[in-house]
């Protein structure tokens, strides 16, 4: 059964970090682009940050975590993170994972063809 499983939300304050993780079982990341999506209280869900299949793992971000976030993958261990750091108030959200089977090398750089989805892990950034 394919299942992605998020981890590591949390409360913290502004200017500080988190790292989550998607736990990634019943396929391997190989031939598959992960992406990193939020919704905000009261907003539609927002693609964040994507990796490529490639072993070149290359990433994309939107303007408003570049700089702040990284994604990165573990093939040995399944995984897919997602470091936060400097975070903010409005970052203040679901943040979900979810996955495609990759199409082209730029594929994954389009957040509307993911069709896979974790459950969500809530991050609150508040003082």
């Known amino acids: 059964q394919l299942q992605l499983v998020e981890s590591g939300g949390g409360l913290v304050q502004p200017g500080e970090s988190l790292k989550l993780t998607c736990t990634v079982s019943?396929?391997?990341?190989?031939?598959?682009?992960f992406g990193w999506f939020r919704r905000a209280p009261g907003k539609q869900r927002e693609g964040i940050a994507a990796i490529s299949s490639s072993d070149a793992a290359t990433t994309y971000y939107i303007d408003s975590v570049k700089g702040r976030f990284t994604i990165s993958k573990d093939k040995a261990k399944n995984v897919v993170y997602l470091q936060m750091n400097s975070l903010k108030p409005e970052d203040t959200a679901d943040y979900y994972c979810?996955?495609?089977?990759?199409?082209?090398?730029?594929?994954?750089?389009?957040?509307?063809?993911?069709?896979?989805w974790g459950q969500g892990t809530q991050v609150t950034v508040s003082s």
């Open positions: 019943g396929f391997t990341l190989d031939y598959y682009d």
């Open positions: 979810a996955a495609q089977k990759s199409g082209g090398s730029s594929w994954f750089r389009d957040f509307g063809l993911y069709e896979r």
